[in-house]
């Protein structure tokens, strides 16, 4: 009975590949191929973009697997910007990733999972040589609450010299039809309860929903490549070229390739996942740098096959215009290759955005449970319930998830997402690099190899990301840097929270460290020691799940339920107990 609720490891290494790879495959990549074509129009280097943005992609998981194997704790990059940038830089991540970034992304591959059922609602389900339904539509009617914005100087022109997009530009806010929000809404809710009893659930649902997928995609690859004919202009640039598009010079050539590279970076991004979830993965240090790097492996060999099937069947022209018209270019592909190839692909697509909304909600709210268990947000979001996961966290998830929703601004938060994910990753490269020296006496299970040049290669990719999204999207930089900046008012009005709860897990990292040398516990939680003694100092960080790793944390934990500053229980038989000395 006695002692805190602490996180159940529910997931095994299985569970933490298929949480990256969920994350990391959602819809995105049976649209942006047709976007880079837009900017890029020449199959041969788009595949080579493609890698490109794998080759980025493995550098920040290599960065990534050796802190996610010195901190193993609920909150992942949380943690690793509190060690290495300090409790303030950690703050403005985690009220960005509540209010802007990860809540952005769930919003809005609920209401693609919407718009893919819409897909069965209309044409029907197909049965052999008939369909079953069909001929209806999503109830209610979309409307845009605002206009479109397009003002200033042009910072992007097609292949004719006209331009498309001014620095200034404001997309729509488009609320859905009542229909399409209510689907997507349930989609949120359903999981929200499944996460919310248990993270072997949710687990299991992502295994399902991710090896569904990867076979789907691997079989359109198949579909494609066995069925359709080739196309006679198939990987030819623009123009009849065989690799640069005609007309294109090398100045217009590196933007060009610079700008598809960012969105390749957008398509590849979600492997951080599964950090956020370390406090329930069994033998967390060996097993998430393994998933770091077999998660993004195999989500990058889908990738470039897809990408290479597309462009088989489809002519580079053919690409662009689905770009310009913002329309997808997988059901183009299957549609070409078998009469039935739209249905297999919206099928695909169903599960494939399904699964991408489960492991987000699986895994984002272990960083406001961090948050809160450091003295921010809400207090009930820093617990754990009787099934061992932070529920309050993940049903107030849910819940501004489904705001955004119905409001329609995950529309505006799409580029403002990547723009936060990018941003973050710059003092989380630099952190890695500053914790090699202050924590220099922290096991490191796993290094990453070729240190500084990994690091400083990933923080470079993401400086050149955010620095795109400055140039072609001001306006959405400006609105998630302002965003992301309100936090820094509320985090002095809740800065006497933060270090009263600082003060706590430091008494609590005191008590347990006296625990494991025998000695009594201190008198209380509250970091007092008593009288005529000096407080108890924590035994040295080992970099295990919950124990100290440096100045400014002692005692920060990762997988503990409850408020700070409740004793834990000495585990039976671990410790040999040392014989107080008489006084």
Same mark, same amino acid.
Not at 78 to 105: C, D, N, P, S
């Given at each position: 009975m006695g002692g805190p609720i602490a996180f159940k490891q529910n997931l095994r290494l299985f569970e933490a590949i298929t949480i990256i790879v969920g994350s990391m495959i959602g819809s995105g990549i049976l649209l942006l191929p047709a976007d880079m074509a837009e900017v890029l129009p020449s199959p041969g280097l788009i595949l080579l973009v493609m890698l490109a943005g794998a080759f980025l992609t493995i550098l920040g998981c290599l960065t990534f697997a050796e802190l996610s194997s010195m901190f193993p704790r609920a909150?992942?990059?949380?943690?690793?910007?509190?060690?290495?940038? @300090? $409790?303030?830089?950690?703050?403005?991540?985690? /009220?960005?990733?509540? /209010?802007?970034?990860?809540? &952005?992304?769930?919003?809005?591959?609920?209401?693609?999972?919407? $718009?893919?059922?819409?897909y069965f609602v209309e044409q029907g389900i197909p049965l052999g040589f008939t369909r079953l339904g069909g001929g209806g539509r999503m109830p209610g009617q979309a409307f845009e609450l605002t206009k479109t914005i397009d003002v200033g100087p042009c910072v992007e022109t097609n292949l004719l010299g006209q331009c498309t997009r001014s620095l200034i530009h404001v997309d729509p806010v488009t609320v859905p039809a009542w229909g399409s929000a209510f689907v997507a809404i349930a989609v949120i809710l359903l999981l929200a309860l499944i996460n919310g009893r248990s993270s072997g659930a949710g687990g299991r649902i992502q295994n399902i929903a991710t090896v569904a997928k990867v076979i789907g995609l691997i079989g359109l690859v198949a579909i494609v490549f066995a069925l359709g004919d080739m196309h006679p202009d198939a990987y030819r640039a623009q123009g009849g070229n065989a690799f640069v598009p005609e007309g294109m010079g090398s100045g217009a050539l590196l933007v060009a390739f610079g700008s598809a590279l960012s969105l390749s970076l957008f398509a590849f991004d979600g492997w951080p996942q599964a950090t956020y979830v370390a406090g329930e993965v069994r033998n967390a240090k060996r097993n998430l740098p393994i998933a770091l790097i077999v998660g993004p492996l195999v989500t990058s060999l889908v990738y470039v096959a897809l990408t290479s099937s597309y462009f088989f069947v489809l002519p580079i022209d053919q690409a662009v215009a689905l770009g310009v018209n913002d329309q997808r270019i997988a059901p183009e592909a299957a549609g070409a290759a078998a009469t039935w190839g739209r249905d297999f692909i919206s099928a695909v697509a169903l599960v494939s955005v399904f699964g991408t909304v489960n492991g987000f909600l699986l895994t984002a709210p272990r960083i406001y449970y961090a948050l809160a268990r450091d003295g921010a947000l809400l207090p009930s979001m820093g617990t754990l319930n009787r099934k061992q996961v932070p529920g309050w966290a993940i049903y107030f998830t849910a819940i501004w998830a489904s705001l955004l929703v119905m409001t329609g601004g995950y529309q505006q938060l799409a580029t403002m997402v990547v723009f936060g994910i990018f941003l973050f990753y710059i003092p989380t490269s630099l952190a890695h690099m500053r914790l090699r020296k202050t924590h220099a006496h922290v096991p490191r299970p796993y290094k990453t190899p070729l240190y500084p040049l990994v690091p400083i290669l990933f923080l470079l990719a993401s400086v050149f990301v955010v620095g795109i999204i400055y140039y072609k999207f001001l306006a959405q930089a400006l609105v998630a840097t302002a965003?992301?900046?309100? @936090?820094?008012?509320?985090?002095?009005?809740?800065? $006497?929270?933060? *270090? $009263?709860?600082?003060?706590?897990?430091?008494?609590?990292?005191? *008590?347990?460290?006296?625990?494991?040398?025998?000695?009594?516990?201190?008198?209380?939680?509250? &970091?007092?020691?008593?009288? @005529?003694t000096a407080p108890a100092t924590p035994a040295p960080a080992s970099g295990t799940e919950g124990t100290s790793s440096g100045p400014g944390d002692a005692g920060a934990r990762g997988d503990r339920g409850g408020r700070a500053g409740r004793p834990a229980k000495a585990a039976k038989g671990t410790t040999k107990r040392t014989p107080r000395k008489p006084q």
């Open positions: 909150g992942g990059q949380y943690h690793f910007l509190k060690e290495g940038q @300090g $409790r303030f830089m950690a703050y403005l991540f985690g /009220w960005g990733q509540f /209010w802007v970034i990860q809540t &952005g992304i769930i919003a809005g591959v609920a209401v693609a999972f919407a $718009r893919f059922l819409s965003l992301i900046l309100l @936090g820094v008012p509320f985090y002095f009005l809740q800065r $006497r929270s933060l *270090d $009263r709860a600082a003060s706590e897990q430091a008494a609590e990292a005191a *008590d347990e460290a006296r625990t494991a040398q025998g000695a009594a516990p201190t008198a209380t939680a509250a &970091g007092a020691a008593p009288a @005529g």
